[in-house]
């Protein structure tokens, strides 16, 4: 046995054994969960872990963001969406290099360890600096890739990278001991058009891989693609065989009766942003709906640009709340159902079904969370807990595939002070001016 | 001078001066707000606090709790509000001690020292174990103490209790060098009828002081206040005076026009509970327009039965959010104006004028806030990163009335691991076969 953690309480997916304290840890898989007193304690254990006062769960999936935005958290706020992605956002983001992207993908990595997110998806520019730094930290992630850039200026300029996906999918899909997977980005039907959309869904099925997109952020995207295409960005995107592969649909606000039925049929996870929804004022998904039809709707934090953080507790926390509040239905959207969307689901939805749950033959990825701190106090019900009280901070301990990324809060893989120095430097050079 | 903090970051209430980069505090005041490099270097001070990587922002006023339901965190979650409430919470508070209100009250403080609050209203049973506690932690509060008591059980038993209310103010109010009030609590126009509520107006203005309520939290309150009265119990309240001394009403969801008039013409405070009206179902309530009237709104926690902490930088975050959301526009509750509504106009609603701001002459009610974390980095706008960013876990000293209650986040006048021993107790026995 690698790891023994033992004294522990179980929560979220596969903790329903309930009586079990320990968890065993071999060879980068759950080989045990039960009691202390079993057989487990004969076999010994490299490393023993102590869960007094913590709650085991399965490590957290944040299914949609633009990690390397960490770089321009806070930089523009409280703004019209169009005034803040076409004067603050697309600007600056043209700006960006290699060692930038890389930087800030190190800054969002060590974020999200630090708040218990052990595997994330990513959309974003320059991926091959994504790739590097994931592979670096140890943390697993859906990487998306784009056969199309645009470039914006005086007018938008469209350029074909589908050779670069081709060869980001040769270099980095299953690397890191198969903790990268690698989709295609479609960034959506409104900047892509009609045959572009079937040019990247034909590629993905030549890779043999999924797809990343957002749809139905907002009003706006809804009336301009049944303007332009007749009929919405769902609908175009199912037209052109988008939904034929593995698909991860972010934000998805916006859905008609149609929309939803076919994210059901064609087995669509949809990524629920709630922070990004309501900073930048898109409004509320309606996620009671969406499972009530057993679509698989997963939780993300967006990019830290639009959240501002990327911190999966507080979402879950978040997208716990505001459909009560919404729906007028307290029973909505209960601890089990957040922490398994957060978890199970979104592990799914990444393309990782051997994780996110705690049970024998699963991938570990599992985070300790510390219960002995006066706003944690006294426990009474760990699922709740873990939605309503908890706070980042709490997370004491990240394992993915059975190796540390974090104990005691001091991160394993990452030089946490270089990382803020670097970027910092980054982060000063590109909003010079801005 | 007792404490000097230098090379500090201002944000919030008071930080217009927006060179300043040093805090002076004398006999409980600020004396000096500006730069290091002024006279202020050759006066010399008892405590020098190196403020770097800090922001210096006013203390966190809770404007609505019932401090000691920490006991209750998380013990009954993802009902109807009428299951909550009459079948979980009224039944456990029918065994209350004065140990337990104690314990439970301390536990609650020391919670909100650690998120950076400096003052509270408290609302709750057995008012002096929880005048007993503020006094001990030199934390700032307005209790309110009710003239009646609801005794549930087969029938509501209602005891006039109003000696006791004179009693109880003129042993605490003024207490604790000024730094507890003691207003009124009037539960609510529906547990009070209208001669209770003309008596309890009566005798606020008899003992010149205010009135803490709960209005319009629900739309069955509204609906039976109409029943009854043929009127909202905001307008019930109107016409029995209650608005005619200080008042916080607390929820404030479902208001017509009237009430809000009502609102802005007597000077009422709204206590505003985001997270609680959500997590209950209640819903969201119209913040927008009551700031639009210059009201004077602020924040609350509510209990943490239904929240499920008491932690004003989530409620912040959360206030910041739902309303951009629900009113599909980002530019509603921008950062300054929730910092305001938290702080300086928190302080105003409780009563306490002369605190609140970073401002010379005023009570030094100040926090400090780290910034050197990778989940505020790049830091780029100090009062945005504070509602959008922050975790309570960062607020690093805390200051009240120039007392340091808090300091490289440890309690000063708090013994945490007896509270937390002792509030586990008081828990168990409470919640033992419920």
């Known amino acids: 046995m690698d790891i023994l953690i033992k004294n522990v309480t179980l929560a979220g997916p596969g903790s329903e054994k309930s009586d079990a304290d320990t968890i065993g840890i071999d060879r ?28 085991a769960m399965p490590g957290l ?26 004067t603050k956002i697309f600007p600056v983001e043209q700006k960006l290099t290699y060692d930038d992207v890389y930087w800030g993908t190190m800054l969002g990595i060590a974020e999200m360890i630090k708040s218990g997110t052990t595997s994330f998806a990513d959309m974003y520019l320059i991926m091959d600096a994504v790739a590097q730094a994931v592979s670096e930290t140890g943390i697993r ?28 999918h040769r270099d980095w899909h299953n690397s890191s001991d198969g903790k990268i997977k690698v989709y295609l980005e479609v960034h959506s039907a409104y900047l892509f058009n009609e045959q572009q959309l079937k040019d990247a869904a034909m590629l993905a099925k030549q890779l043999n891989t999924g797809i990343q997109i957002h749809i139905l952020e907002t009003v706006t995207e809804r009336r301009e693609s049944i303007e332009r295409y007749g009929m919405s960005s769902a609908e175009i995107c199912h037209k052109c065989g988008i939904f034929d592969v593995p698909t991860i649909a972010a ?22 942003n709630p922070t990004s929804n309501l900073k930048l004022g898109s409004g509320i998904a309606n996620v009671k709906e969406l499972l009530d039809r057993n679509i ?3 939780i993300g934090t967006d990019g830290a640009a639009s959240n501002n953080n990327l911190n999966m ?32 689901s979104g592990y799914r939805a990444l393309g990782f079904d051997d994780a996110g749950s705690i049970k024998e033959g699963m991938k570990a990825d599992i985070i300790l969370v510390n219960t002995d701190s006066v706003h ?29 990324l974090m104990e005691n809060r001091e991160l394993k893989t990452i030089d946490e002070e270089k990382v803020k120095f670097e970027a910092k430097r980054c982060a000063e050079r590109l909003l010079e001016g801005m």
């Open 296 to 298: 698989n709707v997963v």
């Open 376 to 404: 944690m106090w006294p426990l009474n019900d760990p699922a709740a807990a873990l939605v309503y009280s908890v706070q980042g901070s709490d997370v004491d301990t990240v394992i993915v595939e059975g190796k540390i």
């Open 61 to 86: 999936a944040n299914c949609h963001t633009h990690c390397a935005m960490t770089l321009f958290r806070n930089y523009a706020n409280d703004l019209a969406l169009e005034e803040w992605l076409f």
């Open 141 to 168: 992630a859906n990487l998306s890739v784009s056969p199309l850039r645009f470039e914006t200026g005086n007018e938008m300029k469209v350029i074909d990278e589908s050779d670069i996906c081709v060869r980001y």
């Open 28 to 55: 980068g898989r759950i080989a045990y969960v039960g009691k202390y007193e079993g057989k487990i304690r004969e076999n010994g254990a490299d490393k023993v872990i102590d869960g007094r006062n913590m709650i």
């Open 251 to 272: 934000h998805c606000v916006h859905l008609s009766e149609t929309d939803m039925e076919i994210f059901r049929e064609k087995g669509v996870s949809i990524a629920h």
């Open 313 to 344: 507790f507080e979402e879950m926390h978040i997208a716990a709340l505001i459909h009560k509040g919404n729906l007028m239905d307290p029973r909505v959207m209960d601890a089990h159902t957040v922490l398994n969307m957060a978890t199970a």
